[in-house]
């Protein structure tokens, strides 16, 4: 019924993680073999594996607590892995973890930036510590700042911005350094209709470019509608991976939405809204 | 899958510099600076803010007054007019010395208490700097010097004016040469800025070790009280005078200022037998917490930092926590259930929020001592002085954690509740302050005064202590129109120490009037009821006064959620 995790995709791609691995055996800009991440006892990762090329867009869906932002924090190098590897360019991110980080974009989840700053000099900080030029920083800034409405704000500090606001400015400064790896970590999260548009339009057209790209998202829309290709988590796991059109033709009649809701939650909905329902009318006192 | 130019584009490695014209570390330390004067979440801005200039003001004030206040004692004038003799110039110093060693702790401790989820970085700067191509050690390197340069600066601004002007007085005082006044002026300089890093790095050692040693929930349920006694001590160290303490076998030979007088008698040439013991002890201390402080804020860094997201254990149930609340609770019943609602969200706010539940600590702690202390004096009026320090101070830190915010972006679940012109909450924030009033006030009073004067007299007495401390906090709510904890901090940054002034003021007349007052109805017990007879008159004054001004359309009654400036151009109504 659903593609398996160790799909065609995935297969042709996974390695064994023992030591005298060639990791350069791979093509992918990024890649997870068999992570996993446990908090105390609590297993919040388990055996995870994907691979993402030069101008791929890999989505990972799943519901809350399915473990998107564990994988997002430990692809990032914020978070280390119990076990397994994330390589770039075929090399274990953590052997030169800097280098990584001057090729990757990052939006998180969360944007918890600096009130005191303003968005300009947000972006400066952040430019200034990718060692931008000055010069080079300000023609980038000005022109993203311009393209997301914020230039006019630019001065104000970020404690006054609206959460919309404060995610245009995080996609800004992931972006500024031209990287060749963006991960977005439920960066529409916020935004109003027009950015988030010109934002889906602007990841497609930089993975035409051959940026890669992992998107991670609990809402499946966005996720069909951007990405070339899908993971799809519950519990920590992989139920389901693989290329978009691949996977839609393996629900064989029935839609994206109902296939997805049929592997991770499990549940009446008419059901519990109408629980709800009950509840929002019983009396107050 | 389509897509241009793909394989060909290879990593980026290190950008080349253009000559200095980006510089990271640097970037990155202007960074740490500014978040240690301003930064930090804002929705938990909870803190005092001033600007990097007035915050030097305000520290460098007290040096300063004092130095000239000092223009008196070291006047020649005024020798020959009392026709006093010469007195030996290095004792007769001492005691304002060991004010100035005592001044600069104070202000290091202080600081440093306050700002130390600030010294560190934390869950907000990992986010931020983590993802960026920066190592961890320029990180750490640049949050060092950061906190290193302040500090320095710290130190310099609290001893800059009376590095200059103390020993100038002195020296012209005693017409001192030039040799012995540098000598003084550099002694005094080194002392102070030797005693203030000590303060510094003691205090950063200790919750350095402790970040580094303890069980990362331990650590997080035990700083706050570790801050809060040490920001008492500090303000103990700030306040204790000049009155040095004597006797090498005392107590008072574990009191650091002590040590540091010696250092100062020692760099200046003139140590007194008195003073010799505790020399060693200053050099040796200073040793061990430079050794100890860098080893701990290193170890500190690494656990703060580098492993702030993995933190994954859920809360402990904490039943005591609970079966405390669960007591404090009973002062809500009988409330209206909007004023219950209020109660409730203060009282856990204040205890659960870690600045609140400092400023409440500071406050009642600092109480608790200067009332300890009185309650143990053989004068029996001092020791009736005792309930109402405490009191005092108590409801002012309360007064203080109501302008205190919990968390502003939260507070539209007031708004979206209330009819703002109508004004609730006041009656919780009573009830909050007599919460807390019974059982960390008049309880302990009425056991110690039943201990010394009887049954029906310490009755009286806690009575007393009731309804003066509740009349007080009416006194401190006057005007207040907001839901406590809800509304950004107000900027006192412009009339700071005013305010400072005024409660000085208001402290000293609450503690002798009350206790006065409290003797009076001891001795003369029929004449207690015209207390709640005066309280009751005053309410309905009160009542009508703001019925009348209602009545005028002159009484502003709408609750206020965000902190309005003062207008700038007033258009007059004629």
């Known amino acids: 019924m659903f593609v398996s995790p160790k799909s065609r995709w995935t297969q042709g791609r996974e390695l064994s993680a023992g030591r005298g691995v060639n990791y350069r055996m791979s093509a992918a800009v990024l890649e997870a073999r068999n992570l996993a991440k446990k908090y105390g006892a609590v297993a919040a990762v388990r055996d995870i594996a994907f691979s993402i090329g030069p101008g791929e867009i890999l989505g990972v869906l799943g519901p809350n607590g399915a473990g998107k932002s564990t994988i997002v924090k430990m692809v990032t190098g914020l978070v280390e892995p119990t076990a397994g590897h994330v390589l770039f360019r075929g090399e274990p991110i953590q052997q030169d973890l800097t280098l990584y980080k001057r090729n990757l974009g990052y939006v998180p989840e969360q944007p918890d930036l600096y009130g005191f700053l303003t968005g300009w000099e947000y972006l400066e900080l952040v430019a200034t510590l990718r060692e931008i030029p000055p010069r080079v920083m300000r023609e980038k800034a000005s022109a993203m700042l311009q393209c997301y409405t914020l230039y006019p704000h630019r001065d104000s500090p970020i404690a006054s911005y609206s959460k919309g606001m404060r995610q245009r400015i995080v996609l800004i400064a992931a972006m500024m350094h031209d990287p060749e790896l963006l991960v977005l970590d439920e960066p529409f999260s916020g935004l109003d209709v027009t950015s988030a548009a010109v934002t889906r339009e602007l990841v497609e057209l930089l993975g035409r470019r051959g940026k890669a790209v992992l998107f991670s998202s609990p809402v499946l829309e966005q996720v069909e509608k951007m990405c070339t290709h899908l993971t799809l988590l519950k519990k920590g796991g992989v139920v389901a991976s693989g290329p978009i059109a691949e996977m839609q033709a393996g629900f064989a009649g029935n839609s994206l939405e109902a296939g997805f809701m049929q592997l991770t939650e499990q549940v009446d909905v008419a059901h519990i809204a109408q629980e709800l329902a009950a509840a929002v009318g019983a009396p107050a006192r | ?574």
């Open chain 2, 1 to 574: 899958m389509s897509h241009t130019s793909p394989r060909n584009s290879q990593p980026q490695s290190a950008p080349r510099r253009a000559n200095g014209a980006y510089r990271p570390f640097l970037r990155l330390v202007r960074h740490f600076l500014a978040r240690l004067v301003r930064g930090g979440h804002e929705s938990e801005s909870s803190e005092f803010e001033f600007g990097p200039g007035p915050l030097l003001g305000v520290l460098a004030a007290p040096g300063a007054c004092f130095s000239f206040l000092l223009f008196q004692k070291y006047s020649s004038l005024q020798d020959w007019i009392m026709g006093r003799r010469m007195p030996n110039i290095y004792s007769f110093s001492a005691p304002d010395k060991y004010f100035f060693i005592g001044l600069a702790m104070g202000v290091a401790g202080v600081l440093t208490a306050l700002k130390w989820d600030r010294i560190l970085p934390d869950s907000q700067d990992y986010l931020n700097l983590a993802p960026l191509p920066v190592p961890p050690r320029t990180i750490f390197l640049a949050n060092a010097l950061a906190v290193a340069f302040a500090v320095t600066l710290v130190a310099i601004d609290v001893n800059g004016v009376s590095t200059f002007l103390f020993p100038l007085e002195v020296a012209s005082y005693a017409h001192l040469d030039v040799l012995q006044s540098f000598r003084f002026i550099a002694a005094h300089a080194i002392c102070l800025t030797l005693a203030s890093l000590f303060m510094f790095c003691s205090i950063l050692a200790l919750l350095g070790t402790m970040a580094a040693v303890l069980p990362r929930t331990l650590f997080r349920a035990c700083s706050p009280w570790v801050r809060g006694g040490v920001l008492i001590g500090s303000i103990v160290l700030f306040v204790a005078g000049n009155v040095v303490p004597r006797g090498a076998d005392t107590i008072g030979r574990f009191y650091p200022p002590l040590w540091f007088l010696s250092l100062y008698q020692w760099l200046e040439g003139h140590l007194t037998p008195a003073m010799a013991p505790f020399l060693h002890k200053a050099l040796y201390g200073l040793a061990i917490v430079m050794v100890w402080m860098p080893a701990a804020y290193a170890l500190g860094y690494r656990r703060s930092f580098a492993g702030v997201l993995e933190g994954g254990k859920p809360p402990r149930k904490q039943p005591t926590a609970r079966l405390a609340l669960g007591f404090l609770d009973l002062f809500g019943s009988g409330a209206r259930p909007f004023d219950r609602a209020c109660y409730r969200f203060m009282l856990r706010a204040i205890l659960r929020s870690d600045s609140h539940r400092m400023c409440l600590a500071v406050a009642a702690g600092l109480g608790w001592l200067l009332g300890a202390q009185l309650a143990m004096s053989p004068d029996f009026n001092s020791r009736l002085e005792a309930p109402f320090t405490v009191a005092y101070l108590l409801i002012l830190g309360l007064r203080i954690a109501f302008e205190m915010p919990a968390s502003v972006p939260a507070n539209w679940a007031f708004r979206a509740a209330l009819d703002t012109r109508v004004h609730p909450g006041l009656g919780a924030v009573r009830r909050v302050i007599l919460s807390l009033l019974v059982p960390l006030v008049v309880a302990p009073a009425f056991v110690l005064a039943w201990r010394d004067i009887g049954f029906g007299a310490a009755l009286i007495h806690a009575f007393v202590v009731l309804a003066l401390s509740m009349s007080l906090a009416e006194v401190m709510l006057a005007g207040y129109r907001k839901i406590p904890l809800t509304c950004p901090m107000p900027p006192f940054g412009s009339n700071f120490l005013v305010l400072i002034v005024i409660q000085i003021v208001a402290f000293a007349l609450f503690m002798q009037l009350g206790a006065r007052l409290d003797s009076w109805f001891l001795e003369k017990p029929w004449y207690l009821p015209l207390l709640p007879l005066a309280m009751a008159a005053a309410v309905w004054w009160n009542r009508r006064r703001i019925a009348q001004a209602r009545e005028d359309g002159e009484l502003d009654e709408t609750l206020v959620f965000e902190n309005v400036g003062p207008v700038a151009i007033t258009r007059l109504d004629l």
